[in-house]
């Protein structure tokens, strides 16, 4: 379900290092999946989205991979750099025109 | 618009007073969602609206909360008797009416509300 009261973990990478954002999703029959990052005073912002029948989908300097079997998400960045210091979210879509978001990560990139 | 527009960008107002908080979705989606980003925190599902639909209000915290939505477009999200605890960013978004939903939400960028 939605994230209620919860404090963000943090990634925290040395710039130029490649990061790997976790997300462990709650619906096996979700059918679309969203990563979406969110700068400080600014919302969420679409990255890269996948659909079930995938289990890997690739963007400029993202990775998203898919395991089904355990109902995990993850979004790889690679070279991270410091723009890329934000809040990300992961998101299903179970059903209907609702998605359920994740609690979410910061990720702190270290000049 | 080209994206979901937000007034006002922040609101400080006084405990007990009644606020209201606007948006505009993306023309031509039908599907409206409200949440609630306390700081430091993730989001908070308040309320969604679909078409002519019935809204699903499961989300609101208190009977002090309410939204509306005219003529399928403009919402209002209003708080009556703000507490302390109402201070947060308050987010809208926007989607087509498809399944599963491509490319998810539009966010707007936020109202942020500050209760003095």
């Known amino acids: 379900g939605e994230s209620v009261g919860l404090h963000l973990p943090t990634l925290s990478v040395q710039e130029g290092d490649n990061s790997i954002i976790n997300c462990a999703y709650s619906?096996?029959?979700?059918?679309?999946f969203i990563w979406y990052k969110q700068e400080s005073g600014k919302g969420p912002q679409f990255i890269i989205d996948?659909?079930?029948?995938?289990d890997k989908r690739q963007g400029q300097r993202v990775t998203v991979l898919l395991n089904k079997t355990v109902k995990h998400l993850s979004l790889q960045i690679a070279a991270t750099q410091p723009g890329d210091s934000a809040v990300y979210f992961c998101?299903?879509?179970?059903?209907?025109?609702?998605?359920?978001f994740g609690g979410g990560t910061r990720l702190m990139v270290k000049p | 618009g080209a994206g979901v527009s937000q007034s006002p960008s922040n609101k400080v107002t006084e405990k007990g007073k009644d606020v209201e908080l606007r948006c505009d979705p993306i023309?031509?989606?039908?599907?409206l969602y409200w949440y609630r980003q306390s700081l430091g925190q993730g989001l908070e599902f308040l309320i969604y609206?679909?078409?002519?639909?019935?809204?699903?209000k499961s989300g609101l915290p208190s009977d002090r909360f309410s939204a509306e939505r005219t003529g399928g477009s403009v919402s209002t999200l209003t708080i009556q008797r703000t507490q302390q605890e109402d201070s947060a960013v308050y987010l809208c978004?926007?989607?087509?009416?498809?399944?599963?939903?491509?490319?998810?939400?539009?966010f707007g960028s936020g109202t942020r509300l500050t209760v003095v």
């Open positions: 996948i659909r079930s029948n995938m």
């Open positions: 023309s031509g989606h039908t599907a």
């Open positions: 609206f679909q078409g002519n639909s019935a809204p699903d």
């Open positions: 619906n096996s029959a979700s059918d679309y």
């Open positions: 998101a299903e879509n179970g059903a209907g025109n609702m998605l359920t």
């Open positions: 978004a926007s989607s087509l009416v498809t399944w599963p939903l491509s490319y998810g939400y539009t």
